[in-house]
């Protein structure tokens, strides 16, 4: 009798460490926008991996960089010179920051977040001394770096440090768009105020005009770097190469940061991480202070100038302008009581749920889901992924090059979504 094949599922649940809430799916094939079960169900992707897979599932500039590179030269040591890391690099100084600096490549937001940490208190130390004791990075509520020991002190949400304490010390959180608790929380001691210019995690907050020139002003009074961390809201998300920038456009307000960190997108799903330092704080980060084994290979530099060099030359970045503009197009005709407002930049966008409604619609109370989870449930069995951001917040975070016909699918699977949620 032939043996039976475990479920994947079953699997997963055997010998994958349990982590994770994971959704009870499991898929088997990707193209552009679209994912398809092992049972065959298509579904429309508007999650991307949460926020890494520009270009959709498997685009062929990936597949081509693959094989192509993979071929020449997969893996390199840092202890030599690498080209792709090299044209890759020039690539974000010259393209995407239009600054001088340096770039350092790793594997995830994380490890670029905690380059952009270490980088600070390094600077720092080497002009103030240990004596001064200026070491302190000032972050926001709601905010989020990552999951390393460094990550999770830097993140200004408690539930993330449950049970690993004691925490990485130098770390303050102020509530996200405060200046007055910001210029509070400066003080001799601080080397760094890091945020993030659209909170992904955190609910899809935008940082106002005002909150960044603050923190610039304080930079500059108290001798301490202004660092972005764009792992989510970069690389093209919001419509431009840097969030920051779409942000402040047209409100007067200019503000160039010290450093900035990139993941998810910025290869497309290939995992790589990096962050760019100006030319004036590049050198705290000398030979022996920072490392990476995989970071920069040739295979992931060589990905990544491939999706980034896509998003560039095919008018990715217009497209995002004007797929959030047919979203607000569409979502503006909509009459949903659960609804409060579609937020957010570009093609990262949070429709915020209004909670006391929620709990009138037919089966949430009993579910013990949060608002966000609830929904996008609701929205999965009807074939549009999503994701959550924190309790009330829906993420929207489609690939890049998203097409109009998909994002009239979207609209429509969801609204089909809201009509079926009855508020007694």
Request: charged share 20%; net charge negative.
């Amino acid at each position: 009798m032939k043996e039976l094949r475990p479920t994947t599922a079953e699997l997963m649940d055997q010998y994958v460490l349990g982590n994770y809430g994971r959704f009870p799916i499991a898929f088997s094939r990707g193209a552009g926008s679209y994912l398809w079960s092992e049972e065959g169900r298509r579904y429309l992707d508007f999650s991307s991996g949460v926020a890494v897979c520009a270009l959709g599932h498997s685009p062929a500039v990936m597949q081509d960089s693959l094989r192509e590179q993979s071929a020449k030269l997969i893996h390199c040591s840092n202890l030599y010179l690498i080209r792709e890391q090299a044209e890759l690099a020039r690539f974000v100084v010259e393209t995407m920051m239009e600054i001088p600096g340096k770039v350092f490549f790793c594997n995830s937001g994380a490890e670029a977040n905690d380059g952009l940490i270490k980088l600070a208190r390094k600077r720092a130390r080497d002009k103030y001394g240990a004596a001064a004791g200026k070491n302190e990075v000032i972050t926001c509520q709601q905010s989020f770096h990552g999951r390393t020991l460094g990550g999770i002190a830097a993140t200004g949400q408690p539930k993330v440090k449950l049970g690993f304490d004691p925490m990485l010390p130098g770390f303050l959180h102020v509530p996200f768009n405060d200046v007055a608790a910001l210029r509070e929380a400066v003080t001799d001691k601080t080397c760094a105020i890091l945020f993030e210019p659209v909170q992904g995690e955190g609910g899809i907050n935008t940082a106002t005009p005002e909150y960044f020139a603050a923190a610039a002003a304080l930079r500059d009074e108290f001798d301490l770097l202004l660092m972005f961390d764009e792992v989510q809201c970069g690389s093209g998300r919001t419509g431009d190469w840097c969030g920051w920038r779409t942000v402040l456009e047209g409100t007067g307000v200019v503000v160039e940061p010290d450093a900035v960190s990139w993941a998810k997108g910025f290869a497309g799903g290939f995992p790589m991480g990096s962050f760019w330092v100006s030319d004036a704080h590049a050198g705290a980060l000398g030979p022996g202070t920072h490392g990476s084994t995989f970071g920069g290979t040739p295979l992931a530099c060589a990905v990544a100038m491939a999706v980034l060099g896509e998003i560039e030359s095919a008018g990715v970045l217009e497209n995002v302008k004007v797929m959030n503009a047919r979203i607000h197009e569409g979502v503006a005709k909509w009459d949903f009581p659960v609804i409060r407002e579609l937020r957010g930049v570009g093609l990262l966008l949070g429709f915020v749920l209004d909670t006391e409604r929620m709990n009138g619609v037919d089966g949430f109370l009993e579910s013990g889901k949060t608002p966000s989870l609830f929904v996008v449930n609701r929205a999965r069995e009807a074939g549009l992924l999503t994701v959550p951001a924190g309790d009330n917040v829906v993420r929207w975070l489609p690939p890049l090059n998203v097409s109009g016909e998909e994002v009239d699918e979207a609209l429509a699977l969801f609204e089909s979504v809201l009509a079926g949620m009855s508020v007694k």
